[in-house]
């Protein structure tokens, strides 16, 4: 990663990604599905799958955890 991208805030960061999207048309609940399967998956692999642990860091009830993931077909892996 070069110095400027180290530099840049999450924000930054989130409006260049939201910008290809926008590009290319990606419908809004199409880029919210992908964007919610990579950051739970992302604390799956963190956790290692202990969905308590990561239900608590990402805020929510493991039952809501266990029913989004399901939803978005992510599998412990």
Do not use: P
């Amino acid at each position: 990663m070069d110095k400027k991208s180290e530099k840049a805030t999450l924000h930054q960061k989130l409006e260049t990604v939201i910008s290809e999207m926008v590009d290319k048309e990606l419908h809004l609940d199409d880029a919210l599905g992908e964007f919610q399967k990579i950051y739970l998956e992302t604390a799956m692999k963190k956790y290692k799958g202990n969905k308590s642990r990561i239900a608590k860091a990402l805020g929510m009830h493991r039952n809501t955890l266990h029913c989004r993931a399901k939803r978005l077909k992510i599998h412990k892996k």
